[in-house]
């Protein structure tokens, strides 16, 4: 039972716990919000939003979803699942950034 306990990655949960719950109040707020729908503004505030948060990594995904919606043609989806979509890559790409990607780098630069 000890071995279990040691092996335990608790920061880890922990900092994906808190960075779910994050971009889990953001997409809450917004979509609360009374006026998202109908106003644009809103909707660039959300973008910028999760920008912020998933920095420089978000730039990188907000491009690649921009070039992908010229060169591809429009799926039709409701605004809400479009919504929802690219929060959902917010995340995981965030979470990579800050939970895998920048620990490992941290660990490499480290060892030398």
Known sequence: MRRLIVNCNIPRFAFALFWV???SVILWRFIKHPMVWS?????VLYILTMLVIT???GI??????SVLALIT???????EVELVLV????????YM??????????????KK
């Open 21 to 23: 719950m994050l971009c």
């Open 39 to 43: 106003d644009p503004e809103i909707t």
């Open 60 to 65: 990188a995904y907000w491009t690649a979803l």
């Open 87 to 94: 929060w959902l890559g917010f995340v995981i790409f965030g």
């Open 55 to 57: 920095f420089p990594i």
């Open 97 to 110: 950034q800050w939970a895998v990607f920048l620990p490992w780098c941290y660990r490499e630069l480290k």
């Open 73 to 79: 043609p429009n799926p039709n989806l409701p605004r």
